[in-house]
Nanobody
Framework: VQLVESGGGLVQAGGSLRLSCTASGDIFSINTMGWYRQAPGKQREAVATISRSGIRNYADSVKGRFTISRDNAQNTVALLMDSLKPEDTAVYYC??????????????WGQGTQVTVSS
């Protein structure tokens, strides 16, 4: 099983970016999917998560600016980031709780994608 992210890059403050992540491999089902980020010198933090049924949670710092969505049929999760700020600069990681069989669930992480917001 692997998670592959795309969509990072350099954007000016106030701009938008869309991150996408696709899970592939021997997947029985996927529970919660989410996006996390880690800025230089800081700990990794949760940005947004979405359950299989579509329940969303956001960090206070991104509420109203970021939108998480998923496609269960395609095993994908996306993060639309609007009104980006320099403090959003970080490496963004996709994560998912993946069942490889009915009884075995593991946490998987993507390789990370850099998002840089210039002031």
């Amino acid at each position: 099983v692997q998670l592959v992210e795309s969509g990072g890059g350099l954007v000016q403050a106030g701009g938008s970016l869309r991150l996408s992540c696709t899970a592939s491999g021997d997947i029985f089902s996927i529970n919660t999917m989410g996006w996390y980020r880690q800025a230089p010198g800081k700990q990794r933090e949760a940005v947004a998560t979405i359950s299989r049924s579509g329940i969303r949670n956001y960090a206070d710092s991104v509420k109203g600016r970021f939108t998480i969505s998923r496609d269960n049929a395609q095993n994908t999760v996306a993060l639309l980031m609007d009104s980006l700020k320099p403090e959003d600069t970080a490496v963004y990681y996709c994560a998912a709780e993946i069942l490889v069989s009915r009884n075995y669930e593991y946490d998987y992480w993507g390789q990370g994608t850099q998002v840089t917001v210039s002031s």
